[in-house]
């Protein structure tokens, strides 16, 4: 785990995450640069989150990086149920605004790399909004949910909910795969969600 300070926050960074970064750039090297937009798609949506943790919570106490997940750790004491409502939607939000402005200057200059970068920022932004436990169309959820029940039920609803939405897209991922011969994307996204999962129950 490497750890460095920038702007007097703490970062935690995995030698899985450096590996991931550090291959990216090559094979954009070699023109195949959807990694590496999917990474920076993906720091759109976390610094999405860091802003409006930064605005309601103050400065983060210390951030994480690790291969399937961002951790940012701040004082959630300190921001109201909608404050943290915000927070929670602001990393789709994000994704959503750079996918925006990707199409709109597509539009003026047709460029075939903008596209691709809108397609990664709509790619995840929907694919955190998914009701999954670990994503932030879960959390929503579960935050919805409390209002109305105890949280260890709304809890259980939110995991009843991930389990139904695991086992169509692994069936999905599978009937792609079999048909193409080549497209494990929706696949590799089921075992994703799943490695996801199987980390968060682990800790």
Same mark, same amino acid.
């Given at each position: 785990m490497m750890r460095f300070n920038c702007f007097g926050i703490p970062?935690?960074?995995s030698?899985?995450?450096?590996f991931l970064v550090a291959f990216s750039f090559v094979t954009a090297?070699?023109?195949q640069g959807i990694i590496l937009m999917s990474l920076v798609s993906t720091t759109i949506h976390e610094v999405g989150h860091l802003v409006f943790i930064c605005i309601y919570r103050g400065k983060p106490q210390?951030?994480? +990086?690790? /291969?399937?997940?961002?951790?940012?750790?701040?004082?959630d004491n300190e921001s109201t149920w909608f404050q943290d409502l915000l927070i929670t939607f602001a990393g789709i939000a994000a994704n959503g605004v750079a996918a925006v402005v990707a199409l709109s200057v597509n539009m003026a200059?047709?460029?075939?790399?903008?596209m691709d970068f809108f397609w990664c920022n709509v790619a995840i932004g929907l694919l955190n909004a998914f009701p999954f436990v670990s994503f932030d169309g879960g959390q929503l959820l579960l935050m919805v949910l409390s209002v109305?029940?105890?949280?260890?039920s709304a809890l259980k609803i939110v995991n009843v909910a991930s389990v +139904?939405? /695991?086992f169509p897209l692994v069936l999905a991922g599978i009937y792609i795969l079999f048909n193409t011969r080549n497209n494990f994307s929706l696949l590799f996204?089921?075992?994703?969600?799943?490695?996801?999962f199987i980390s968060k129950e682990l800790r």
């Amino acid at each position: 785990m490497m750890r460095f300070n920038c702007f007097g926050i703490p970062f935690y960074v995995s030698y899985w995450t450096v590996f991931l970064v550090a291959f990216s750039f090559v094979t954009a090297g070699a023109g195949q640069g959807i990694i590496l937009m999917s990474l920076v798609s993906t720091t759109i949506h976390e610094v999405g989150h860091l802003v409006f943790i930064c605005i309601y919570r103050g400065k983060p106490q210390k951030i994480g +990086v690790y /291969f399937f997940e961002v951790k940012i750790s701040s004082d959630d004491n300190e921001s109201t149920w909608f404050q943290d409502l915000l927070i929670t939607f602001a990393g789709i939000a994000a994704n959503g605004v750079a996918a925006v402005v990707a199409l709109s200057v597509n539009m003026a200059v047709s460029c075939g790399l903008l596209m691709d970068f809108f397609w990664c920022n709509v790619a995840i932004g929907l694919l955190n909004a998914f009701p999954f436990v670990s994503f932030d169309g879960g959390q929503l959820l579960l935050m919805v949910l409390s209002v109305f029940v105890q949280e260890k039920s709304a809890l259980k609803i939110v995991n009843v909910a991930s389990v +139904v939405l /695991f086992f169509p897209l692994v069936l999905a991922g599978i009937y792609i795969l079999f048909n193409t011969r080549n497209n494990f994307s929706l696949l590799f996204v089921s075992v994703y969600l799943l490695s996801i999962f199987i980390s968060k129950e682990l800790r």
